[in-house]
C-alpha cells in the first residue's frame, strides 16, 4: 500500500454516500464553480515514513489525506444562506466521517485513523454563500519490502570469465551466453 492506494481507497469510499453524490475527484484541478456543488477534492499531500529498523525497508507510514468539500447556498426569504451554508457542511463532515471511518477496503488496508481534523468556513463574497469543510486524516499503515520491491534487474546476457595469469603469458577468456 502507498499514499495513491489510500487516496484511491477514500475516493471509492465517499462516491455515492455523501451530499456530493459521484461528484468526488481525484486527481482534479480546484477551482470549482456553482453548477459542481456539493463537491469533493481529495488529494494526499503529506506522507511521513518512520524506519522501523536498519536491515531491511520497514516503515511505519502515516499518510494525510485531505478532503475538501465545497457547498453553495442562497439567502431565502430570510436571508439564511451563511445558516444553511454551515448545515450543509456540518451534514458533509458526519457524511464524510461514517463513509470513510465504515469503508471496509480502507480499514483492512491500514493499521489506523491516528489522527482526523476538519474545519468550516463560510463566506458570502460571491452571489451566494459558499462554504469549505476541509477534513484531513492521517491514515498509519506497515510499509515493508513488499511495498518497494521487485527492483528491476539488469538484465545479464553473457557471462565472460577471465583466468588471470603471470605476467607475458596470454589470458585465456572463456564467454558464455545466458541467452536461449
Known sequence: MNASGIRLLVVSAL????LAEERVYSPRDWPTTSPDYPVLLVQTPYDEKQSMGRNAP???TVTTI?????????????????ARAETALEDLREQIDRSVINSYELTRNIQQFKNIRSSIDVSADGE???????????????QGPDDF???????IDEMVITVSMPDGTTEPVVVVPLKE
Request: glycine share 14%; charged share 25%.
Open 58 to 60: 520497514q516503515f511505519t
Open 128 to 142: 451566494g454563500h459558499t462554504g469549505q469543510i476541509t477534513y484531513e486524516i492521517d491514515a498509519e499503515y506497515f
Open 66 to 82: 485531505r478532503i475538501s468539500g465545497r457547498v453553495e447556498e442562497f439567502d431565502g426569504e430570510e436571508l439564511d444562506g451563511a
Open 15 to 18: 462516491k455515492g454516500q455523501t
Open 149 to 155: 520491491y521487485p527492483i528491476t534487474p539488469t538484465t
